[in-house]
Protein backbone atom coordinates (compact mmCIF):
# COMPACT_ATOMS: atom_id res chain seq x y z
CA UNK A 1 0.00 0.00 0.00
CA UNK A 2 2.97 2.40 1.31
CA UNK A 3 4.74 1.52 -2.08
CA UNK A 4 1.61 2.53 -4.25
CA UNK A 5 1.28 6.20 -1.99
CA UNK A 6 5.02 6.55 -3.45
CA UNK A 7 4.16 5.84 -6.67
CA UNK A 8 1.24 8.17 -6.87
CA UNK A 9 3.37 10.92 -5.23
CA UNK A 10 6.23 10.91 -7.59
CA UNK A 11 3.35 10.74 -10.42
CA UNK A 12 1.63 13.81 -8.88
CA UNK A 13 4.85 15.59 -8.59
CA UNK A 14 6.72 14.89 -11.99
CA UNK A 15 2.72 16.24 -13.37
CA UNK A 16 3.00 19.75 -11.56
CA UNK A 17 6.45 19.96 -12.51
CA UNK A 18 6.12 19.58 -16.09
CA UNK A 19 2.60 21.68 -15.71
CA UNK A 20 5.02 24.51 -13.98
CA UNK A 21 7.49 24.57 -16.81
CA UNK A 22 4.59 24.77 -18.99
CA UNK A 23 3.19 28.25 -17.59
CA UNK A 24 6.37 29.47 -16.98
CA UNK A 25 7.69 28.69 -20.63
CA UNK A 26 4.33 30.12 -22.06
CA UNK A 27 4.94 32.93 -19.76
CA UNK A 28 8.17 33.80 -21.05
CA UNK A 29 7.22 33.64 -24.65
CA UNK A 30 4.59 36.01 -24.19
CA UNK A 31 6.51 38.51 -22.51
CA UNK A 32 9.17 38.27 -25.66
CA UNK A 33 6.27 38.89 -28.06
CA UNK A 34 5.50 41.82 -26.21
CA UNK A 35 8.89 43.20 -25.74
CA UNK A 36 9.81 42.45 -29.76
CA UNK A 37 6.70 44.50 -30.94
CA UNK A 38 8.48 47.61 -29.55
CA UNK A 39 12.10 46.92 -30.15
CA UNK A 40 13.65 48.81 -32.99
CA UNK A 41 17.22 49.76 -34.60
CA UNK A 42 16.95 53.68 -36.04
CA UNK A 43 19.53 55.43 -37.73
CA UNK A 44 19.80 59.23 -36.55
CA UNK A 45 19.51 61.75 -37.30
CA UNK A 46 16.19 60.87 -39.65
CA UNK A 47 17.26 63.55 -42.11
CA UNK A 48 20.62 65.06 -43.02
CA UNK A 49 22.21 67.60 -45.03
CA UNK A 50 25.50 66.23 -46.78
CA UNK A 51 28.44 68.10 -48.40
CA UNK A 52 30.39 66.11 -51.28
CA UNK A 53 33.52 65.00 -50.01
CA UNK A 54 32.83 66.22 -46.15
CA UNK A 55 32.54 63.27 -44.09
CA UNK A 56 29.05 63.27 -42.14
CA UNK A 57 28.65 60.94 -38.78
CA UNK A 58 25.08 59.48 -38.12
CA UNK A 59 24.30 57.21 -34.67
CA UNK A 60 23.15 54.07 -34.61
CA UNK A 61 20.29 53.73 -31.99
CA UNK A 62 18.43 50.57 -30.54
CA UNK A 63 15.32 50.50 -28.51
CA UNK A 64 14.77 47.55 -26.26
CA UNK A 65 11.37 48.45 -26.01
CA UNK A 66 10.58 48.90 -22.36
CA UNK A 67 12.78 50.74 -19.75
CA UNK A 68 12.97 47.54 -17.66
CA UNK A 69 14.51 45.47 -20.90
CA UNK A 70 18.37 46.24 -20.67
CA UNK A 71 20.12 45.82 -23.62
CA UNK A 72 23.05 42.98 -23.37
CA UNK A 73 24.08 42.89 -27.02
CA UNK A 74 22.83 43.75 -30.48
CA UNK A 75 23.35 42.51 -34.02
CA UNK A 76 22.32 44.94 -37.07
CA UNK A 77 23.33 45.71 -40.40
CA UNK A 78 23.62 48.98 -41.92
CA UNK A 79 22.85 48.87 -46.05
CA UNK A 80 23.94 52.13 -47.55
CA UNK A 81 23.84 53.07 -51.51
CA UNK A 82 28.12 52.41 -51.97
CA UNK A 83 28.48 54.40 -55.35
CA UNK A 84 26.85 57.53 -53.41
CA UNK A 85 28.72 57.10 -49.91
CA UNK A 86 31.52 55.41 -48.66
CA UNK A 87 32.18 53.92 -45.37
CA UNK A 88 34.75 55.68 -43.37
CA UNK A 89 34.51 54.96 -39.80
CA UNK A 90 32.73 53.10 -36.71
CA UNK A 91 33.06 53.77 -32.95
CA UNK A 92 30.91 52.27 -30.15
CA UNK A 93 29.22 54.59 -28.16
CA UNK A 94 28.08 54.22 -23.88
CA UNK A 95 30.12 51.71 -22.71
CA UNK A 96 28.94 49.34 -25.61
CA UNK A 97 31.58 47.87 -27.53
CA UNK A 98 32.68 45.76 -31.33
CA UNK A 99 32.83 42.44 -31.44
CA UNK A 100 32.59 41.68 -34.57
CA UNK A 101 32.53 44.38 -37.82
CA UNK A 102 31.78 42.88 -41.55
CA UNK A 103 32.28 46.02 -43.99
CA UNK A 104 31.21 45.20 -47.66
CA UNK A 105 31.92 48.73 -49.51
CA UNK A 106 31.05 47.04 -52.77
CA UNK A 107 27.91 46.08 -51.94
CA UNK A 108 26.97 48.89 -49.21
CA UNK A 109 26.54 46.56 -46.67
CA UNK A 110 28.16 47.23 -42.56
CA UNK A 111 27.68 44.36 -40.18
CA UNK A 112 28.14 44.64 -36.81
CA UNK A 113 27.76 42.26 -33.12
CA UNK A 114 28.02 44.42 -30.44
CA UNK A 115 28.09 43.95 -26.26
CA UNK A 116 28.16 45.79 -23.40
CA UNK A 117 31.12 45.26 -21.19
CA UNK A 118 29.80 48.37 -18.50
CA UNK A 119 26.68 48.88 -16.84
CA UNK A 120 23.49 47.89 -19.29
CA UNK A 121 21.09 49.81 -20.77
CA UNK A 122 17.47 49.86 -20.75
CA UNK A 123 14.98 51.85 -23.83
CA UNK A 124 16.73 54.02 -26.53
CA UNK A 125 20.46 53.54 -26.26
CA UNK A 126 22.63 54.92 -28.78
CA UNK A 127 25.01 52.38 -29.72
CA UNK A 128 27.00 53.21 -32.60
CA UNK A 129 28.73 56.03 -34.43
CA UNK A 130 29.34 55.97 -38.13
CA UNK A 131 31.13 58.06 -40.25
CA UNK A 132 30.40 57.98 -44.43
CA UNK A 133 31.85 60.52 -47.23
CA UNK A 134 29.71 61.28 -49.87
CA UNK A 135 30.61 61.11 -53.42
CA UNK A 136 29.18 63.89 -55.12
CA UNK A 137 25.77 65.48 -54.56
CA UNK A 138 24.00 62.96 -53.42
CA UNK A 139 20.46 62.03 -52.20
CA UNK A 140 19.39 58.26 -50.72
CA UNK A 141 18.97 56.50 -47.51
CA UNK A 142 20.71 54.89 -44.59
CA UNK A 143 19.01 52.10 -43.37
CA UNK A 144 19.33 49.86 -40.94
CA UNK A 145 18.18 45.96 -41.18
CA UNK A 146 18.21 42.36 -39.64
CA UNK A 147 18.85 43.40 -36.33
CA UNK A 148 18.69 40.71 -33.02
CA UNK A 149 18.65 41.56 -29.02
CA UNK A 150 20.00 40.17 -26.54
CA UNK A 151 18.15 41.29 -23.54
CA UNK A 152 19.65 40.86 -19.66
CA UNK A 153 17.94 37.76 -17.77
CA UNK A 154 16.40 36.46 -21.29
CA UNK A 155 17.76 32.96 -22.27
CA UNK A 156 16.61 34.15 -26.03
CA UNK A 157 17.30 36.51 -28.46
CA UNK A 158 14.42 39.10 -29.74
CA UNK A 159 14.47 39.94 -33.42
CA UNK A 160 13.65 43.87 -33.75
CA UNK A 161 10.87 44.79 -35.10
CA UNK A 162 11.04 47.91 -36.27
CA UNK A 163 13.61 49.86 -38.35
CA UNK A 164 13.71 53.34 -38.97
CA UNK A 165 15.86 54.98 -41.98
CA UNK A 166 17.91 58.49 -42.02
CA UNK A 167 17.38 60.45 -45.30
CA UNK A 168 20.17 62.90 -47.00
CA UNK A 169 20.53 64.93 -49.54
CA UNK A 170 22.98 67.83 -50.69
CA UNK A 171 22.79 71.42 -49.21
CA UNK A 172 19.83 72.93 -51.43
CA UNK A 173 19.96 76.57 -52.79
CA UNK A 174 22.00 77.61 -56.11
CA UNK A 175 25.30 76.62 -56.99
CA UNK A 176 27.61 79.42 -55.79
CA UNK A 177 30.03 81.20 -58.07
CA UNK A 178 33.32 83.11 -57.86
CA UNK A 179 32.89 87.02 -57.87
CA UNK A 180 35.45 88.22 -59.79
CA UNK A 181 37.86 90.34 -57.89
CA UNK A 182 37.99 94.04 -59.41
CA UNK A 183 41.15 96.15 -58.99
CA UNK A 184 42.17 99.42 -59.88
CA UNK A 185 44.16 98.07 -63.24
CA UNK A 186 41.17 95.76 -64.32
CA UNK A 187 38.62 98.96 -63.94
CA UNK A 188 41.15 101.21 -66.15
CA UNK A 189 41.60 98.30 -68.67
CA UNK A 190 38.12 97.78 -69.19
CA UNK A 191 37.14 101.70 -69.40
CA UNK A 192 40.07 102.07 -72.08
CA UNK A 193 38.96 99.00 -73.93
CA UNK A 194 35.40 100.47 -74.10
CA UNK A 195 36.53 104.29 -75.34
CA UNK A 196 38.49 103.11 -77.49
CA UNK A 197 35.79 101.05 -79.55
CA UNK A 198 33.51 104.01 -78.74
CA UNK A 199 35.71 106.47 -80.26
CA UNK A 200 36.79 103.96 -83.40
CA UNK A 201 32.73 103.73 -83.61
CA UNK A 202 32.45 107.96 -83.97
CA UNK A 203 35.48 108.13 -86.41
Known sequence: MKG?????????LLGALVGGAILVQRNQETR?????????????PGSVVVASGKNFEVHTWVNTGKNTDKLSGVEFK??????????????????????????DDGRGTLTLKMVTLGAEKAGAV???????????NVSGAISPKGG????????????????????????????????????????????????????????
Open 78 to 103: VSYDSTKLKYVSSEAQNGYTVLNEVV
Open 4 to 12: IFKILSIVV
Open 32 to 44: KGAAANGTSVSVL
Open 148 to 203: VVMISGQSATWNVAKYNASNYAPVSGPTSRLKPTLTREKVISTLSSFLRFSWCGIS
Open 126 to 136: DVLKVTFRPVG
